[in-house]
């Protein structure tokens, strides 16, 4: 949960005692995608042929003066003008930020009473006003709708810095779109105390939580990695509703070989109600190595022992001081995770991630059989002579596949953009896009931090994106002054 972007056209070298990290993105452009941006459209992105997909005005969703990061994104099934967002909000108080669209996407509008989500934290971005909730902080947020339109979810992890520690992960409701929500009443997906520090290491801490809600049954899956106090070991759980939220079930340990570090883990699930849960596992410990996928045919009652479907070349590690593998000045952000959607068109589970297979990180895509058996083999998504990372993928009811991701290669492999790509033929071939209008450097841009810069470089750990047949909707952490503690919600609306 945290988040840091980048400068607009320089780079800059931090040598920090947080890491010495540096960002890159972009190649040359090339003369048509200048003229085209020129007039505020999108240019010819990395790996485009022809001309590309159009894309809206940026449109910055929180337009204040410090940061938000992790930006999640959900469109109402019955209302496609009504989305919402989420972020981590570092104002006043540190909590889970709620931004809403009834236009489309053209103007949003803080969730009321002051776009923090209630119920969460004590206090809120304003000093005088005490908030309704009883922990620290919140953050990670993931957003869903309810089938019908007449339920938004929002999933916050809530946490308190003095002893025990508590942490719990709350489920708050909205029934006007988004608008207004739960001020108490929250339902706790899982909660428990930790035995140290609220930060996956020696104590109890959910991490990067997930949700999914089916669009027939309208069960809502919530699905984390629980880091339970032994090192790198990190089971994935899974808690279910089938009451909109109002009860879930005992979570469900879902474990892959030696278990030790399972992350990243998402659902989807197919026509029938099938749901699929995809993550990556250390093996032997660090961060992503193979990829796993289990599926439940009982509403996420139990789940089939997970069967490892790929394995990474070079996961793209972004976790200074850990580890950072791409050049350039430091910075945290995610690098290679998986991420399913089902293809109701093809029958088949899609699902991309990031790798370091040649000079460059790159998105690539595979797909599954119902029965967990590769179908495709992992194809690159759209060529770019930069640095690629951080993808999320949707798919249109259509079947029309759509991504984004953080790409470098707009500016010889510098600064970090954002790219849109777009499959009508089930990954065979792909139209994509310059999303951003500009790049940035992340390692000088960040969150409020005690160190001697003042920041922390932090873009969050995933973006957001929704599909319809006729448009897509990608959500992004870009930069806006005053630096360095400025990171936005951007927003666009791309025609394919």
């Not at 972009?26 to 001309?51: D, E, F, I, N, Y």
């Not at 009982?298 to 070079?314: E, I, K, L, M, Y």
């Not at 319809?468 to 990608?474: I, V």
Request: aromatic share 10%; proline share 6%.
């Amino acid at each position: 949960m945290q988040r840091s972007l980048g400068v607009l056209d320089s780079i800059a070298t931090d040598n920090s005692e947080e890491g010495v990290f540096q960002m890159n993105g972009r190649r040359a452009v090339t003369a048509l995608a200048v003229a085209v941006m020129a007039v505020g459209v999108t240019g010819l992105a990395s790996g485009a042929s022809g001309t590309g997909p159009t894309v809206s005005k940026v449109v910055d969703v929180t337009n204040d003066q410090l940061s938000q990061n992790e930006t999640p994104l959900a469109v109402n099934p019955m209302n496609q003008l009504n989305m919402i967002t989420g972020s981590n909000d570092w104002n006043y108080n540190d909590g889970c930020g709620m931004d809403v669209t009834f236009d489309g996407g053209k103007t949003w509008t803080p969730a009321l009473p002051d776009g923090f989500l209630p119920g969460i934290t004590k206090y809120t971005n304003d000093p005088d006003v005490a908030g309704t909730g009883a922990y620290d902080a919140g953050g990670d947020p993931a957003v869903a709708f309810s089938p019908d339109g007449k339920v938004a979810y929002f999933v916050c992890q809530a946490f308190n810095f003095t002893s025990p520690y508590e942490i719990a992960m709350l489920l708050n409701r909205s029934y006007d779109g988004g608008r207004t929500w739960q001020s108490t009443g929250l339902t706790q997906v899982s909660t428990w105390n930790g035995n140290g520090k609220s930060k996956g290491s020696t104590g109890q801490f959910p991490d990067h939580e997930s949700i999914h809600v089916d669009d027939k049954t309208g069960d809502v899956y919530v699905t984390w990695a629980q880091f339970n106090g032994y090192g790198t070991h990190s089971p994935v759980y899974v808690a279910v509703s089938h009451d909109q939220g109002v009860t879930f079930s005992t979570p469900a340990k879902v474990t892959a070989g030696s278990v030790r570090n399972n992350q990243d883990q998402r659902i989807t699930t197919d026509p029938n109600g099938v749901a699929y849960l995809t993550f990556d596992n250390g093996i032997q410990g660090g961060k992503g190595t193979a990829l796993y996928v289990s599926k439940s045919t009982d509403r996420g009652g139990t789940w089939s022992a997970p069967v490892q479907f790929g394995t990474f070349v070079n996961p793209v590690c972004l976790f200074p001081p850990y580890c950072f593998n791409i050049s350039g000045g430091q910075f945290r952000a995610g690098g290679s995770y998986p991420v399913p959607a089902y293809d109701p068109v093809r029958n088949r589970l899609d699902v991309i991630f990031a790798d370091i297979r040649g000079p460059y990180a790159q998105t690539y895509l595979t797909a599954l059989s119902p029965q967990l058996t590769v179908v495709q083999a992992p194809t690159v998504v759209a060529a770019s002579s930069g640095d690629q990372f951080q993808s999320e993928l949707s798919i249109a009811p259509n079947g029309r596949i759509d991504i984004s991701f953080y790409d470098r290669g707009y500016s010889a492999n510098r600064l970090v953009d954002l790219t849109y790509a777009t499959s009508a033929d089930g990954g065979q071939t792909w139209r994509s896009a310059r999303v951003s209008a500009k790049g940035f450097d992340p390692s000088t841009w960040g969150v409020p931090s005690s160190n001697a810069q003042g920041f922390r470089p932090f873009i969050g750990d995933y973006n957001g994106i929704v599909s319809t047949n006729t448009w897509a909707g990608t959500t992004w952490t870009g930069v806006a002054a005053p630096s360095p503690l400025n990171l936005e919600v951007d927003y666009a609306t791309i025609t394919p």
